[in-house]
């Protein structure tokens, strides 16, 4: 009788690791997409900023001012 119930205990015990192993991925991937949704919006700023001044020096026909 002793094995069994070792053996039923020590699944849940798995089932319980598995699971909380499970929703911590869970939350760093969540917080991974946070995070590469920031650094997508800061790569398009720094473009429309780059094509903003690689503008001014066309229109000012390459001069430094």
Do not use: Y
């Not at 917080?31 to 001014?56: F, K, W, Y």
């Amino acid at each position: 009788m002793f094995w069994p119930v070792l053996a039923i205990v020590l699944g849940f015990a798995g089932i319980a690791v598995l699971g909380t192993l499970g929703i911590r991925v869970f939350v760093e991937a969540q917080r991974l997409g946070r995070e590469v949704a920031r650094a997508t919006e800061r790569i398009g700023q720094a473009s429309e900023n780059l094509e903003r001044a690689a503008g001014n020096l066309a229109r000012d026909g390459g001069r430094l001012s």
